[in-house]
């Protein structure tokens, strides 16, 4: 399958370009906005791996509707507006949308819904996610995963991603009953950690994950490619790529 890496010279597209090399996926285009790099794909590509900036996702996932190819979203921090090209696109090619592409972090997803489902709303919810000092966006794609899991899990109040709160400061008040909250921590060269706590009145409970090489993300997403080759229209998730 011949693919093209938006992105390319990033730090997650340097990993898929390594990674796809020992692939049946060819690598026929590395596209991105730095020195050196291509700007667009060529005909004969099949399907597009997009780990960029929210701001490229607009043009290129039309685009690669017009062309009929699948398209991989790695890209987090995507707005309403830019997340409606991916709906649209979605009705002519496969999309397969994820924060995070890694094996152990689909499994937490599924572990923290189980957890959410078991412990109750008397248990609280509270998520920490740290990465490097370079991530442009916050909180991570993965944390508001693992929140919209919890609350899946509990299948109660806060059910829209904005019920979510952001950190605290100030006079807040006491917790109120049911709220989810996520606390982004920056630093150092950090890949990515993410917690997931339920707070009783007598013992605690921690999920965590911890990413220690990039290849984790990029390994999932080149999976990801080679499973959305063929499939209908629709936007896909990780959980269907693994079957969990
Ligand atoms: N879903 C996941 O599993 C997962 C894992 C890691 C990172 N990410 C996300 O992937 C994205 C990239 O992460 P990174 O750490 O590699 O970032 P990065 O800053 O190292 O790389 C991004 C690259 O995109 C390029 N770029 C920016 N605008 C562009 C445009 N208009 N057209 C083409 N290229 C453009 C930049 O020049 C840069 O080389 C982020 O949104 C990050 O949150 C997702």
Redesign the pocket.
Known sequence: MKIAI??A?????RKLCELASGTPLEVVAK????DGFDRTWPAETEGIID??????LPSAIDKAAQDGIAYVI????ITPEEQAHVDAAAKKIPVVQ?????LGVNLLLALVRQAAATLGPDYDVEITEMHHK????AP??TALMLAKSANEGRAEINAATDGFIYGRKGDTGERPAGEIAIHALRGGSVV?DHTVMFAGELERVELTHKAQD?AA?AA??LKAMAWAKGKSPGIYTMRDVLGL
């Open positions: 938006l992105g010279a990033g730090r997650m597209g596209i991105d906005v730095a780990f960029s900036y929210h701001t490229a790695g890209t987090t921090g994820s924060g995070n592409y890694s370079h991530k442009k966006d991570s794609g990515g990039r993300f999932g997403a």
